[in-house]
């Protein structure tokens, strides 16, 4: 496993604090979605030595839409950002931490968009958001109190991009903290898709339980993490090893939970971790989803 030391550095780009540490039926909307005629976002992948303007907190305005994306459940509302062109792209679900799908995520689908994958920032709380501690704990409790509906949630988030006439068919699913582990437990029980990225999320070290897992796993974790210790992940990344699992799990030094998708929270600190951990991920999605 790679131990990366972070170093001040200064960038071109320059980024408040990370989170701390029903049913699973098919309710996708519909078998087949025709091209919207929705907002897109230009074509403008980060250059290298380049962080997404997201997480140093210099993103613009919200360039995607709202996607009502569960059948029958109108408080779900994800966010769908799609790039420009015809494509077809390739495509991400991604998971929010634990205070629930705020601007900040919304901020990622959009550079993700703007990398070339049409992108759904999932909404697991059903709208709901929270403002402290106490009320992210409750709303991440009743979700993983349920999980097999937060699997069904994404399962219906997976089988909507699928079905896109601009979607390639080769769909990931990446999250931090909270999403982090739900994106764990989504490439195992969840509907088949082709990556999965977790950042300092729960893990698993059961190497049969892992066993099911049939694609590489992407992990960037924090040596500073009281909720997911180094140690937790060298466990993780043994299981997976004996599980035949291809990995690239990195632990990054001197940085703690939450640095990677709010690095303004401490550029000198966390900008030189980050930049290694976004372009270990940029190619990881290359291999695992591009042709």
């Known amino acids: 496993m790679f131990r990366f030391r972070s170093l001040p550095i200064v960038l071109l780009v320059a980024a408040t604090t990370a989170c701390a540490a029903s049913d699973s039926e098919d309710t996708s909307m519909a078998e087949s979605v025709p091209a919207p005629a929705g907002p897109r976002v230009a074509l403008n992948p980060t250059a290298s030595g380049e962080l997404p303007s997201a997480i140093i907190g210099e993103a613009g305005d919200l360039q995607g839409e709202g996607l009502g994306y569960l059948e029958g459940d109108a408080a779900t509302m994800g966010y769908l950002a ?14 929010h931490e634990w205070n629930g799908l705020v601007d900040r995520v919304r901020q990622v689908a959009d550079d993700f968009a703007a990398e070339g994958y049409v992108t759904l920032a999932a909404d697991l709380y059903q709208g709901r958001t929270g403002s402290n501690s106490d009320e992210n704990i409750a709303l991440m409790n009743e979700a993983m109190a349920n999980l097999p509906k937060a699997v069904a949630n994404l399962n219906a988030a997976v089988a909507y991009l699928k079905a896109r006439p601009d979607v390639t068919g080769r769909v990931g699913a ?15 029980d969840g ?3 082709d990556a ?27 040596e500073n993490d009281g909720s997911i210790p180094p140690e937790q992940v060298m466990a993780f990344e043994a299981a997976l090893r004996t599980a035949g699992i291809e990995n690239d799990l990195h632990i990054y030094d001197d940085v703690n939970h939450g640095f990677w998708l709010r690095v303004d ?27």
Request: with cysteine.
């Open 82 to 95: 799609v790039p420009e062109g015809d494509g077809p792209f390739p495509a991400l679900v991604i998971i």
């Open 174 to 188: 990446m999250g931090w903290c909270f999403g982090g582990g739900v994106a764990l437990s989504f490439g195992l």
């Open 191 to 193: 509907e088949h898709h």
């Open 196 to 222: 999965t990225a977790i950042f300092y999320g729960r893990l698993i070290e059961d190497p049969e339980v892992l066993a099911q897992m049939d694609h590489e796993v992407y992990g960037t974790f924090a």
């Open 265 to 291: 929270g401490n550029p000198e600190l966390r900008s030189a971790p980050a930049l290694d951990a976004w372009q270990r991920l940029k190619a990881y999605l290359d291999r695992s989803l591009g042709d």
